[in-house]
């Protein structure tokens, strides 16, 4: 009897410390309950804090001259799997997935499109362009993940009467997520199951 009641603590235990190293996203809104970032996005294991940030792709990505430098992906899977976590944990369960024109950077109430870029090109005639993956976001249809090649690094998303004022970028900070440490409320429950355990082990005892 003992050994299954153990086996059952040791069960519930271990969801009790799985779910304490799960971290909610926390989305982040300005004074006017726009959307510019969103925390604890997990992406391949690893989770990041999230910024959007409006503006050409030299102005957000330290000049957008150097991918290995400048970028927080640098290949194209990297990116897309980033671009599918923005979709599936930011904005499709939020009202940002259906309302795009309240994510920041972006001005048109159709959609939106957050830029993830990966890679750097240059034109014919020398121009460096940059190369991202996309989560366009939409009003009133399905959110997806596609691709945004060939853009002029000095010259992509300028809200406000801009070059394109439909897109955004995203910035990822990678983070080390606190409540992977079980809580002290969850070390509390094992020491009292523990010593549960152990008063239940001495009354077999006795009684044997």
Same mark, same amino acid.
């Given at each position: ?47 990041? @804090? ?16 150097? !991918? ?13 799997? !980033? ?18 024109? *309240? ?9 939106? *499109?957050? !830029? ?14 940059? @190369?991202?993956?996309? !989560? ?15 853009? #002029?690094?000095? @010259? ?27 809580? #002290? ?16 082990? *001495? *009354? ?5």
């Amino acid at each position: 009897m003992l050994n299954i009641i153990f086996s059952g603590f040791v069960g519930l235990m271990a969801l009790a410390m799985a779910g304490s190293a799960n971290a909610s996203v926390i989305l982040i809104t300005d004074i006017n309950d726009q959307l510019i970032g969103a925390n604890n996005v997990e992406v391949n294991g690893t989770f990041y @804090n999230v910024t959007f940030q409006d503006g050409s792709c030299a102005s957000v990505f330290s000049g957008c001259d150097n !991918a290995g430098d400048d970028f927080d992906f640098t290949d194209s899977g990297g990116a897309q799997d !980033a671009s599918t976590a923005l979709v599936l944990q930011v904005f499709n369960p939020s009202i940002f997935g259906s309302e795009p024109i *309240r994510i920041s950077g972006c001005d048109i109430a159709e959609n939106c *499109r957050v !830029a993830t870029p990966h890679a750097l090109t240059l034109s014919i005639n020398n121009d460096l362009l940059f @190369n991202a993956k996309i !989560a366009n976001i939409f009003s009133g249809s399905s959110n997806t993940v596609g691709s945004l090649n060939s853009f #002029p690094s000095s @010259n992509f998303i300028l809200s406000q009467g801009g070059f394109d004022p439909d897109a955004t970028f995203a910035r990822f900070t990678a983070v080390t997520v606190e409540s992977s440490i079980p809580e #002290p409320r969850t070390l509390a429950l094992f020491a009292i199951g523990l010593a549960g355990l152990g008063f239940m082990k *001495r *009354r077999e005892m006795k009684a044997a």
